[in-house]
């Protein structure tokens, strides 16, 4: 009897062995900041395979063609498929806007954008693109728009000039608001809503590699699975999202990153549910697309 007990045991061992010998391991990679929150919940479980670069090094990343998954601006991995720069196929939208108008103007209003002088960030970018055109449709039209290099760079003009109004992101802006309680902040996403009927636009997509498409397709699909998990505890679960982000430095504090992970609007929306809203942005600003719409075979489709 022992030694059929030992028998199972060894055999129970050398199967579960098996099967972790077989299981595909995931390799991520994200820009640093409100991006890599959609995925802190897994990322802090497996940090080996994570790897987090500055948002410039995103196209890098592409053609190095070495990660299972990235993070990236939709446009910016729309644009380097359309040039053949890239195999990664847009796999889900994971984040629909953190740019907020914000100024410490006492009283401001949303309004008071029309005929001022604004600061944004990123220009010739998608996020400059929506921005201004959400403005325009609402017929909020600024005197003047001047641009800065960073959501980062906006946050000190607001911090340091009480008259300022200025285009900023999420989790610069909570940094800011800690700083200084007198600052007011609308979302973009107010405005892109009524210009389009849509909560959001599309912002940062989960790409997955084409080879990886090929040659593993159940762990691709398994992995979608827990990302979409993963991006629910945004809303779901934000202390503990908060204590991950912090833990992977991808926020600073708990504080801050209690406060700004509800206001980054991550959500999972798998490519096909999602192509709609992708060419509603695009449509914006189609050079930022690389001159066209997405092709069919951008999206996958599971």
Same mark, same amino acid.
């Given at each position: 009897?022992?030694?059929?007990?030992?028998? &199972?045991?060894?055999?129970? &061992?050398?199967?579960?062995?098996?099967?972790?010998?077989?299981?595909?391991?995931?390799?991520?990679?994200?820009?640093?900041?409100?991006?890599?929150?959609?995925?802190?919940?897994?990322?802090?479980?497996?940090?080996?395979?994570?790897?987090?670069?500055?948002?410039?090094?995103?196209?890098?990343?592409?053609?190095?063609?070495?990660?299972?998954?990235?993070?990236?601006?939709?446009?910016?991995?729309?644009?380097?498929?359309?040039?053949?720069?890239?195999?990664?196929?847009?796999?889900?939208?994971?984040?629909?806007?953190?740019?907020?108008?914000?100024?410490?103007?006492?009283?401001?209003?949303?309004?008071?954008?029309?005929?001022?002088?604004?600061?944004?960030?990123?220009?010739?970018?998608?996020?400059?693109?929506?921005?201004?055109?959400?403005?325009?449709?609402?017929?909020?039209?600024?005197?003047?728009?001047?641009?800065?290099?960073?959501?980062?760079?906006?946050?000190?003009?607001?911090?340091?000039?009480?008259?300022?109004?200025?285009?900023?992101?999420?989790?610069?802006?909570?940094?800011?608001?800690?700083?200084?309680?007198?600052?007011?902040?609308?979302?973009?996403?107010?405005?892109?809503?009524?210009?389009?009927?849509?909560?959001?636009?599309?912002?940062?997509?989960?790409?997955?590699?084409?080879?990886?498409?090929?040659?593993?397709?159940?762990?691709?699909?398994?992995?979608?699975?827990?990302?979409?998990?993963?991006?629910?505890?945004?809303?779901?679960?934000?202390?503990?999202?908060?204590?991950?982000?912090?833990?992977?430095?991808?926020?600073?504090?708990?504080?801050?990153?209690?406060?700004? &992970?509800?206001?980054?609007?991550?959500?999972?929306?798998?490519?096909?549910?999602?192509?709609?809203?992708?060419?509603?942005?695009?449509?914006?600003?189609?050079?930022?697309?690389?001159?066209?719409?997405?092709?069919?075979?951008?999206?996958?489709?599971?």
């Amino acid at each position: 009897m022992k030694k059929l007990l030992s028998f &199972i045991a060894l055999s129970s &061992i050398i199967l579960l062995s098996s099967l972790f010998a077989d299981e595909y391991s995931v390799k991520v990679t994200s820009p640093n900041g409100a991006p890599a929150l959609a995925l802190a919940s897994l990322a802090v479980q497996n940090p080996e395979n994570y790897t987090y670069v500055a948002a410039e090094a995103i196209a890098a990343e592409f053609a190095s063609n070495k990660a299972d998954f990235i993070i990236a601006p939709v446009n910016a991995g729309a644009k380097l498929f359309k040039a053949g720069k890239s195999s990664y196929k847009l796999a889900a939208v994971v984040t629909w806007g953190n740019l907020y108008f914000a100024s410490q103007k006492k009283n401001f209003k949303i309004k008071d954008i029309k005929k001022s002088e604004i600061t944004i960030f990123g220009e010739n970018t998608i996020n400059a693109s929506v921005a201004l055109d959400a403005l325009q449709k609402n017929k909020i039209v600024p005197k003047t728009v001047n641009y800065l290099g960073s959501a980062a760079a906006t946050q000190a003009l607001l911090l340091s000039d009480a008259n300022a109004i200025v285009l900023t992101a999420e989790p610069a802006l909570t940094a800011a608001s800690m700083k200084n309680k007198n600052i007011t902040a609308y979302a973009l996403n107010d405005l892109y809503k009524k210009a389009t009927g849509f909560d959001g636009f599309a912002q940062a997509g989960l790409f997955v590699r084409a080879e990886t498409l090929e040659a593993q397709p159940e762990a691709v699909n398994a992995f979608l699975a827990l990302a979409e998990e993963s991006c629910a505890k945004c809303t779901s679960d934000v202390a503990s999202v908060a204590k991950d982000a912090v833990k992977l430095e991808i926020l600073p504090n708990v504080k801050i990153a209690e406060s700004a &992970i509800p206001n980054c609007a991550i959500r999972f929306l798998g490519a096909k549910e999602a192509k709609v809203q992708v060419e509603t942005t695009a449509k914006i600003d189609l050079k930022q697309y690389g001159g066209a719409l997405p092709a069919p075979e951008f999206y996958y489709e599971k």
